[in-house]
């Protein structure tokens, strides 16, 4: 057992936990913080991405005691209060969802794309940075648009702050 | 239709809870002194279980049990059943072999259970079930339906000799071999519809809590249709009665059929909880998903179509073999039978149609309805013989099809179906012009000079949906009824609650049901909720699959809103001194027609609730309830056009231009209908040119992970170019068709019909990878 402190959405936490504890464990099963979720196990489907010190991480590809220290963001911390972050915005204007199971990790990893390229975003690159990400329901087609869609709005919110 | 009536393009009302990470799904649930179930799979595809040893299990950190197959049978748990009846051309029923929930004896598939842990977490369990020791001894295996029906292969179950399930058979043998002889020209043409894995982005999951005091169960559980998972596991396995067995399915992450079945791991954490006297929890791994989901399609086929002097289709003869997997999933038996070889006529008149459908277990992951179920299969095997006509005859696929299109409706078909109305021309004219058809010859020669090969191809799909008459399926064999429910539950404020048996796992039915109850009363949607998937709370219902929740579901709401409204505008009448016959609803106003005279919906209700001054004799309350059964299938169709580029020196496959012209009937929401549109497209391109599950010969799965399972990323489709035309469906008084599945039935054949054409070579496989792609291109 260890104790690893980390910030989560803000808020400091100590958990003692498992050496094997994964990340996403940590989160959802000591934190009940369910909104990221468990889709392959193996990297791939991207369903439990969260930031950690500001970049997109597979929750579920780290160990709990390698975000000792770390400053963790999860899906229940994007929004302001009542005001959706603009990328939750887009997703819902756009219906860039359907079962809402890979949304959270989309969201997320979509966040960080658009950081990581600014405005400089197109279609191709959008599918290309999603590679990461599956999903199942909506052929990605309101996804992209989405994506491109926030692109747009946090240039705006950026400018406005 | 109003902002939010039918037709309204309104964002969905379930979205807040997803995009903010509060979403419930079964894994998200924990229950007080919760056990972690893990379970214990057979590594062979078929072997003798000799013995299991759990002594030193049993004996390791949290662990609470370790339960086995035969204590399976010594409680008397039922095996699982398959709830269609089939029945051979020689008038023998079909061969169940038994399937227990936990194989006592003898496992037949990779990945079936042998035994459970029950422990204090889910970590400890897996670590004791590393230490549970199981005695195999392995036997010969199969896996492909070549293999299954040779002499002396391998044997699965001794209810079927030879690894027949049936030999069912459809249509007039005679009349179609009249037409075959006297045929100007036959095509003929031999495909494979690749096996795949459904992979629901949330895993499969199960929470089973017994209270012992009730003797009352509840089960949490990723289900598409809990109240057909109530009745299965009350009438047929043992769990509990009824009214001692409560199911719940919350959200539930994505379904494409999977979900629809009742699996042994519902059963065994039912049955352990009460057993170990704690709640018990189940998530499956990615891993046990491809090994434990039922699987979709895996049919080998050979079809011949005759055709006469003008091209015209006199005859199609289809002899199918289908994979079973090791055992009869709940509803697999009708797959490839009466959703398949019903559909074989296509958008096509075909005066004589006889199909052979011969049933086969392998021992391989149980097969059953996969997104489109039967239909994706009749409808590639006709579009791809289509096309191969069109290439054999010399004539352009579009005109070939129009030649044959079905025009006056209704249509009876020679294979059951009998097509309400629809417009095939229209649907084809607006993909054909949608993707500039004609101007294809010249985007070719200029992409030929680039060093590619561009290729276009049609698909002109139509499916039955709107699941369905239960007469009519209880005559071909089907076990249960599939009409549906509805309550409408009108509070005394005036809010209104929507209680469904269909059930919503992705489909935005707590954003759609509202627009018809805004349309008809002109309330805002936020004044309505949607209550499904608790058989606590809904009464009855079959759920949600073969696009049957809109044609099915919400008609059966209409019916009890009508029954409402009724009721409302005798009060409203009374309370207006009006006749009921002169009240309309309008702007959630009951009004004295052509008088100011009106009353608020909200006021109307309060009365029947106070019940102080209602119509005499009348009682109290406003709830009306409604079931549903459909007079007939409904028949979505429409034409895919695919334009796509192949690089001949690597065979990798891009997209040019895709586009989809359906006609769904009436559209409730057209942006969910089109986001409908946009996931099943990609799974029927997943499964042209990405997706297989594989098992070696010796029915070891090769692709059991994502790393070994080519899922469709963003970058490996397209955006789509969608339009609608529309015949409404004259059998449900919405005039709703379905669109749920449609993208995943007709886009496979789009895609394999562009690539042939860009290639030049007819013969091609799916999923054409670039490394197939490659070899055909370069084959002699």
Request: a negative charge; glycine letters at 10%.
């Amino acid at each position: 057992m260890s104790t690893v402190k980390l910030t989560v959405n803000g808020k400091a936490v100590a958990v003692d936990v498992e050496d094997r504890t994964l990340l996403v464990q940590l989160l959802r099963d000591h934190l009940n913080l369910t909104g990221t979720h468990v889709g392959c196990d193996t990297s791939q489907c991207g369903a439990c991405v969260v930031h950690m010190d500001g970049r997109a991480v597979k929750s579920c590809t780290m160990l709990a005691g390698q975000a000792d220290g770390a400053n963790v963001t999860t899906i229940e911390g994007i929004a302001k209060g009542d005001e959706l972050h603009p990328m939750q915005a887009a997703f819902r204007d756009n219906h860039g969802l359907q079962c809402g199971y890979c949304t959270p990790g989309m969201i997320m990893s979509a966040i960080d794309i658009v950081h990581r390229h600014g405005g400089q975003l197109d279609e191709p690159t959008v599918r290309h940075e999603l590679e990461g990400n599956i999903c199942r329901c909506t052929g990605y087609h309101n996804i992209v648009k989405a994506v491109l869609d926030a692109a747009g709005r946090m240039k705006v919110s950026q400018a406005a702050e | 239709m109003g902002v939010e009536g039918i037709g309204a393009r309104v964002v969905r009302k379930e979205d807040k809870r997803f995009i903010t990470g509060k979403g419930r799904y079964v894994d998200d649930i924990k229950l007080l002194g919760m056990t972690h179930a893990h379970f214990i799979r057979s590594p062979h595809a078929h072997a003798k279980v000799k013995g299991i040893d759990s002594s030193t299990a049993l004996k390791m950190p949290g662990v609470v049990a370790v339960l086995t197959g035969q204590q399976l049978v010594d409680d008397k748990v039922g095996n699982l059943i398959c709830g269609w009846a089939i029945t051979s051309k020689d008038g023998s029923p079909m061969k169940m072999g038994a399937w227990p929930a936990m194989a006592p004896e003898t496992v037949r598939f990779v990945g079936q259970a042998v035994a459970v842990v029950i422990a204090d977490s889910k970590n400890l369990a897996r670590d004791a079930a590393e230490a549970v020791v199981v005695d195999y001894e392995e036997l010969p295996a199969v896996a492909d339906v070549h293999a299954a029906i040779k002499a002396g292969a391998p044997q699965l179950h001794p209810e079927a000799p030879g690894n027949q399930v049936y030999d069912w058979v459809i249509g007039d043998e005679g009349a179609t071999d009249a037409a075959f002889a006297k045929a100007a020209n036959v095509v003929k043409l031999d495909v494979t519809n690749n096996r795949l894995a459904p992979n629901a982005m949330e895993p499969r999951a199960a929470i089973a809590d017994y209270d012992q005091a009730e003797e009352h169960f509840t089960l949490y559980t990723t289900s598409q249709n809990p109240h057909v998972a109530r009745l299965v596991l009350s009438a047929f396995y043992n769990i509990a009665p009824e009214h001692k067995l409560r199911v719940i399915a919350p959200d539930v992450g994505g379904g494409f059929g999977s979900k629809i079945f009742i699996y042994p791991e519902e059963m065994v954490a039912l049955w352990a909880s009460k057993k170990v006297g704690r709640p018990v929890k189940w998530t499956s791994d990615r891993t046990e998903a491809f090994l434990t989901d039922a699987h979709g399609r895996d049919h080998v086929t050979h079809a011949e179509m005759a055709f006469d002097a003008n091209n015209k289709i006199t005859g199609l003869k289809v002899k199918t073999y289908a994979n079973f997997g090791a055992y009869m999933s709940l509803f697999s038996s009708s797959v490839p039978t009466y959703l398949y070889a019903t559909l074989l006529s296509g958008q096509y008149n075909i005066p004589a149609i006889h199909a052979e459908v011969i049933g086969v277990y392998t021992n391989t992951t149980p097969v059953d309805a996969y997104r489109g179920a039967g239909r994706p299969e009749a409808s590639y095997l006709i579009e791809r013989l289509m096309e191969t006509a069109a290439r054999q005859l010399n004539v352009d696929p579009a005109a070939l099809r129009r030649t044959n299109f079905i025009t006056q409706f209704p249509h009876q078909t020679p294979v059951i179906m009998a097509y309400d109305t629809g417009d095939f021309n229209a649907s084809l004219d607006a993909a054909m012009k949608a993707i500039d058809y004609a101007g294809f010859p010249a985007r070719k020669a200029k992409a030929k000079a680039d060093g590619k090969l561009r290729g276009i191809g049609v698909s002109c799909y139509i499916e039955a949906c709107g699941i369905a008459p239960s007469k009519a399926v209880g005559s071909l064999g089907a076990g249960v009824g599939l009409w549906e429910s509805a309550e409408v539950r009108v509070n005394p404020v005036g809010t209104i609650e929507i209680l469904t048996g269909s059930h919503s796992h992705g489909q935005g039915h707590e954003t759609t049901f509202c627009q018809l109850v805004a349309d008809r009363l002109g309330v805002p949607i936020s004044q309505v909720s949607i209550v499904h998937g608790d058989t606590d709370k809904v009464q009855f219902g079959m759920g949600t699959y073969g696009s049957r929740s809109a044609a099915v579901g919400l008609t059966a709401i209409l019916k009890a809103m009508e029954k409402m409204e009724s009721k409302a505008k005798k009060i409203a009448a009374h309370a207006l001194e009006a006749s009921e016959a002169d009240i309309v609803i309008e702007n959630g106003e009951f009004k004295v027609t052509g008088t100011d005279k009106a009353i608020a919906f909200p006021m109307v209700a309060l009365a029947a609730y106070t019940a102080h001054n209602l119509p005499e004799g009348m009682e109290p309350g406003l709830k009306e309830s409604a079931f549903y059964d459909p007079t007939n299938f409904t028949f979505p169709a429409g034409t895919y056009i695919c334009e796509l580029e192949v690089d001949p020196g690597t065979g990798k496959t891009s997209f040019v231009n895709f586009v989809a012209a359906d006609d769904f009937g009436r559209l409730i929401n057209p942006m969910i209908v089109e986001g409908q549109v946009h996931g099943g497209l990609v799974q029927g391109i997943g499964q042209a040119l990405l997706e297989h599950a594989i098992y070696d010969a010796n029915g070891q799965p090769v692709t059991a992970s994502f790393m070994d399972y080519a899922m469709p990323r963003a970058d490996d489709v397209p955006s789509f170019n969608l339009s609608h035309t529309t015949t409404l469906c004259p059998g449900n008084p919405l005039g709703i068709k379905g669109c749920g599945e449609a993208g995943a039935i007709g886009a496979s054949a789009a895609v394999i019909n562009a690539i042939t054409d860009a290639i030049g070579k007819n013969n091609l496989e799916m999923p054409a990878t670039p490394d197939r792609v490659w070899r055909t291109i370069h084959a002699a």
